[in-house]
Nanobody
Framework: QVQLVESGGGLVQPGGSLRLSCAAS????????MGWYRQAPGKQRELIAR???????NYADSVKGRYIISRDNAKNTVFLQMNSLKPEDTAVYYC?????????????????WGQGTQVTVST
């Protein structure tokens, strides 16, 4: 079983910064891509940043130049540095990892999600 635990959310003023972390634990062989999504009230969940196991990064246009995704493969952790935050960045942020693991004696590759962490940008 694979668990993803997020931390770092909270309340911040416009223009401020936050850093989210997501650590994977449990029994697995390899973590492939890792990504961050967010879901604002009344909106669909959207992909905002992702990073491959080799370090290639992609960003949604809405966060490009403000957010930085990184990962520490030794600690099975992905980070999201969020700068110049705006009220429209307010959402629940989720991490997702694509993981190679063994289940019932067979190799499987599945996506696992964190529980979500609230980010609120407001005065």
């Amino acid at each position: 079983q694979v668990q993803l635990v997020e931390s770092g959310g909270g309340l911040v003023q416009p223009g401020g910064s936050l850093r989210l972390s997501c650590a994977a634990s449990g029994s697995f062989e390899t973590i492939y891509g890792m990504g961050w999504y967010r879901q604002a009230p009344g909106k669909q969940r959207e992909l905002i940043a992702r990073i491959t196991s080799g370090g290639t990064k992609n960003y949604a246009d809405s966060v490009k130049g403000r957010y930085i995704i990184s990962r520490d493969n030794a600690k099975n952790t992905v980070f999201l540095q969020m700068n110049s935050l705006k009220p429209e960045d307010t959402a629940v942020y989720y991490c997702k990892s694509t993981v190679r693991h063994i289940r019932h004696g067979a190799v499987q590759i599945d996506d696992f999600w964190g529980q979500g962490t609230q980010v609120t940008v407001s005065t």
